[in-house]
């Protein structure tokens, strides 16, 4: 069966410094990856998509990056944090376009 | 413009108190409309996929339904364990992997 793993699942970071988020799929094999961010009282927002390793799609301009340097691994990336940049980040990966897409845990950002 | 509006925004019910979350959409053109399930500090669980009017589907006390411009779940004689907020997507027609979400029904059940 297929797994989706995000790390790490809490952050406090200090505004201008960097960050990484790291999710991986494992049980399947060239899998559609999302980055969404989840903000109090909104719903999920959609930052980046990845049809295959080296494509990325945005949706939002922001302080924001995305990479697949492999297969089934997406990562979120920022050169300097914002106080905005604080929310719920979630992964997710589907099969293909407009099959459901299923989520990881998350991870929490807090800046400070 | 594309909209996804959920309502109500909380629901609290007596276990065994049936009712139902309505889930209401401005796209034209829909692939598809999906319901999940979060709970606090967790990703969204997936639960239904709707791909055209009329269509229904079921599991345990959570029963989904879609019209041209809605879906609502339905949930029969509620546990405390349904307790969860209840989200709504839907697929953009565009050639994209858009989704967009609505902001979500709280729901608590009380025993």
């Known amino acids: 069966s297929q797994t989706i793993h995000q790390w790490p699942a809490t952050l406090v970071q200090p505004v201008g410094s960097p960050l990484s988020l790291e999710c991986t799929v494992e049980?399947?094999?060239?899998?559609?990856l999302y980055w969404y961010r989840q903000a109090a009282g909104r719903g999920l927002q959609l930052l980046f998509y990845?049809?295959?390793?080296?494509?990325i799609s945005s949706e939002v301009p922001q302080n924001l990056s995305a990479s697949r340097p492999q297969d089934r691994q997406f990562i979120l990336s920022s050169k300097k944090l914002l106080l905005s940049d604080s929310g719920f980040y979630l992964c997710?990966?589907?099969?293909?376009?407009?099959?459901?897409?299923?989520f990881g845990d998350g991870t929490r950002l807090s800046i400070l | 413009e594309d909209q996804v509006t959920q309502s109500p925004e909380a629901l609290r019910l007596q276990e065994g108190e049936s009712s139902s979350l309505n889930c209401s959409y401005t796209v034209s053109g829909l692939r598809g409309l999906f319901w999940y399930r979060q709970d606090p500090g967790k990703g969204p669980e997936f639960l239904f996929t709707l791909y055209s009017a009329g269509e229904e589907k079921e599991k345990e006390r959570l029963k989904a339904t879609l019209t041209k411009k809605e879906s609502f779940l339905h949930i029969t004689a509620p546990k405390p364990e349904d307790s969860a907020t209840y989200l709504c997507?839907?697929?953009?027609?565009?050639?994209?992997?858009?989704?967009?979400f609505g902001t979500g029904t709280r729901l608590q059940v009380f025993p």
């Open positions: 049980g399947t094999s060239n899998p559609n």
């Open positions: 997507a839907v697929q953009l027609p565009r050639n994209t992997d858009k989704l967009i």
């Open positions: 997710a990966w589907s099969v293909e376009t407009a099959q459901p897409q299923h």
């Open positions: 990845s049809v295959g390793i080296g494509q």
